[in-house]
């Protein structure tokens, strides 16, 4: 019986979300310390379809990326509300 710990891997096809969206959510999901690796593959020109490939620890890829989701749609949020804030105290916007 071995005692080595197998990493599970992942790809998810995120469709042609832009970029720099898909790299938010890697870094989003580095932050979990069950994720061993996370990478974006860029879009092909031909296909226009971003991937998102992750390596963990454990077999919960899903659960891992829908919670970085989530927690990047609170931090766009959270932008959000600060520029709005911000703007609105300047008379910017009303």
Same mark, same amino acid.
């Given at each position: 019986?071995?005692?080595?710990?197998?990493? /599970?891997?992942?790809?998810? #096809?995120?469709g042609? +979300?832009d970029?720099?969206?898909? #790299?938010?959510?890697?870094?989003?999901?580095?932050?979990?310390? #069950? @994720? $061993? /690796?996370?990478? $974006?593959?860029?879009?092909?020109? =031909? /296909?226009? *379809?971003? @991937?998102?490939? +992750?390596?963990?620890? #454990?077999?919960?890829?899903?659960?891992?990326?829908? *919670?970085?989701?989530?927690? =990047?749609?609170?931090?766009?949020?959270?932008?959000?509300?600060e520029?709005?804030?911000? =703007?609105?105290?300047?008379?910017?916007?009303t």
């Amino acid at each position: 019986m071995s005692s080595e710990k197998k990493d /599970f891997a992942k790809e998810y #096809d995120l469709g042609d +979300i832009d970029v720099s969206i898909a #790299d938010a959510l890697r870094y989003k999901l580095l932050e979990n310390p #069950d @994720v $061993v /690796f996370a990478g $974006v593959i860029p879009p092909h020109p =031909l /296909f226009g *379809k971003v @991937v998102i490939k +992750i390596l963990m620890r #454990d077999n919960y890829s899903e659960e891992a990326i829908i *919670k970085a989701a989530r927690e =990047l749609k609170n931090s766009i949020n959270a932008i959000l509300e600060e520029v709005s804030s911000s =703007l609105k105290s300047e008379g910017e916007i009303t």
